[in-house]
């Protein structure tokens, strides 16, 4: 690459890891503010959720690194143009084409690293992510054992413990099942523990009393007990991961195991091959969003007012291609031999942005044919 090649690339290299992390930081902790309050209304602890949030981070940082991959394109272009660069350059012959030699290489390296997070590194951390949520959802003790607080694990279910002791004995529990439609029953106990069983989860309650309350009646009865066992699996709602889904199985999995995989998601052959193609093409609009922003933005020239009409156009025509991605991603959905509608935008935005170009590197084809035109005289 020549010299200037290598500035203008810098440049694009530079605004998107700043404008990347910009916005990744802003949509990490939008989520995980969210996260955060049901984590911590489960119990659970802050390593679990810096866990949880890092995990999701590929998923996040594969839907942000197209848009950054066009903002840092409109921005430096944008710049250059302020600063007089661009028309110098220009000047000393630079065709359109050959300026877009760095932008494009810009371009499909933004694809290439998106390529890695949707056909590898995605499908690893939302594998790992759907497993820890499992365990989290099986983990009763941080769920229940809350000292001195309210949880409620499921609705009309109310738990209570004043204190759980070194051996994991809970000393004066109190649990409110309000499910029934016209009954409601009250434990209190001094003494609990929760053990396993073949069903899930049984709290055993020692040396307490149970109040059912008919709604309709409005009758009370009360019944003392040594020992109670009180199932708790009904409530609480665990994930099986025998079975992965196929958002969480690498691409790499679909042609050397493909066989295992289609036995493992229950899926064909055909709906294999079309979640493959999306994921490449979502790797593709990195490219195109790059090519598109550069060729909106050089067909304007040089303009003491700025490129704004230019930068309204490349966020336009950028619209309409992720408008037409998400039309034919559900078509492609749910008609998987469509596979070949998901490259639509892709050929679609080259198209323009080859279109614009052309146009750009002829900016007197027009003017010179209306001029040769005879004038009829009246």
Same mark, same amino acid.
């Not at 679990?48 to 590929?58: A, E």
């Not at 995605?122 to 497993?131: D, F, K, N, V, Y």
């Not at 991961?241 to 195991?257: D, H, L």
């Not at 090519?291 to 067909?299: C, S």
């Given at each position: ?149 309210? %949880? ?20 004066? %529990? ?205």
């Amino acid at each position: 690459m020549g010299r200037f090649d290598r500035y203008l690339l810098q440049q694009h290299i530079l605004l998107f890891g700043l404008f990347s992390l910009i916005l990744v930081m802003v949509f990490w902790v939008n989520k995980a503010v969210s996260l955060l309050d049901q984590l911590m209304s489960d119990g659970q602890n802050m390593s679990l959720f810096l866990k949880l949030t890092s995990l999701s981070l590929p998923m996040l940082i594969a839907d942000v690194l197209p848009i950054t991959a066009f903002i840092a394109t409109v921005f430096a272009i944008n710049r250059m143009s302020n600063d007089s660069e661009l028309v110098v350059i220009q000047a000393t012959g630079f065709s359109p084409w050959r300026l877009g030699r760095a932008v494009i290489a810009f371009g499909l390296i933004a694809s290439l690293m998106v390529a890695c997070l949707t056909h590898v590194l995605s499908p690893l951390a939302r594998g790992e992510l759907a497993i820890n949520q499992a365990e989290m959802s099986r983990d009763v003790t941080a769920r229940l054992l809350t000292e001195g607080t309210f %949880v409620h694990p499921a609705n009309g279910i109310t738990f209570y413990v004043r204190e759980i002791n070194a051996s994991g004995e809970l000393l004066d %529990v109190y649990l409110s099942d309000s499910r029934g439609k016209d009954q409601r029953i009250n434990f209190l106990a001094r003494r609990a523990l929760i053990v396993s069983d073949t069903e899930g989860p049984v709290l055993l309650l020692f040396d307490g009393a149970s109040h059912a309350l008919n709604t309709k009646t409005q009758r009370l009865s009360v019944t003392t007990f040594d020992s109670f066992a009180y199932n708790l699996a009904p409530f609480l709602t665990t994930t099986d991961m025998a079975e992965r889904s196929v958002r969480s199985i690498p691409s790499v999995e679909f042609f050397t195991n493909q066989a295992a995989v289609l036995a493992e998601t229950e899926l064909t052959a055909m709906e294999l091959r079309q979640t493959f193609h999306e994921r490449t093409s979502k790797a593709l609009l990195a490219a195109i969003a790059t090519i598109i922003g550069f060729a909106a933005l050089v067909a304007g020239g040089f303009s003491r007012f700025g490129l704004w009409r230019q930068i309204f156009l490349a966020i336009g025509l950028l619209i309409l291609l992720k408008a037409v991605d998400s039309a034919v991603i559900s078509t492609s959905s749910n008609m998987p031999e469509l596979w070949a509608l998901l490259y639509v935008p892709s050929v679609m935005g080259f198209c323009l942005a080859g279109l614009i170009l052309w146009y750009t590197s002829h900016p007197h084809l027009f003017r010179r044919r209306a001029k040769q035109t005879p004038q009829v005289p009246q």
